[in-house]
């Protein structure tokens, strides 16, 4: 399995970006693609999550109602739509996938491929 993020940038604050996120390999049932992020100095954090068969939607606190994760299965590809940016959203994200119970998909340590990032930053 590979995956290749794309579509960061620099964008003021409020406004929005779409990554997307190319995968490659293997069938995806029964696994979770997941979001996340990495600022300069800071530890990689949860953003979103998807359930690649049923698309049920996980985010982290701080992003929900702003960011909204999707899938295209015909396309092979997880999106992640960021609205009302902020100062604090900028950072490295990177796409994830791997196969785990529910109460895990928050977790990195349980996403076995990973994709390169993209370098969000969000100009205040």
């Known amino acids: 399995v590979q995956l290749q993020a794309s579509g960061g940038g620099l964008v003021q604050a409020g406004g929005s970006l779409r990554l997307s996120c190319t995968i490659s390999?293997?069938?995806?049932?029964?696994?979770?693609m997941g979001w996340f992020r990495q600022a300069p100095g800071k530890a990689r954090e949860f953003v979103a999550a998807?359930?690649?068969?049923?698309?049920?939607?996980y985010y982290a606190a701080s992003v929900k109602g702003r960011f909204t994760i999707s899938r295209d299965k015909a396309k092979n590809m997880v999106y992640l739509q960021m609205n009302s940016l902020r100062p604090e959203d900028t950072a490295f994200y990177y796409c994830?996938?791997?196969?785990?119970?529910?109460?895990?998909?928050?977790?990195?340590?349980?996403?076995?491929?990973w994709g390169q990032g993209t370098l969000v930053t969000v100009s205040s």
């Open positions: 390999g293997r069938t995806f049932d029964n696994r979770f």
């Open positions: 994830a996938t791997g196969r785990m119970i529910l109460s895990s998909v928050r977790n990195a340590e349980e996403y076995v491929h």
């Open positions: 998807i359930n690649w068969s049923s698309s049920n939607t």
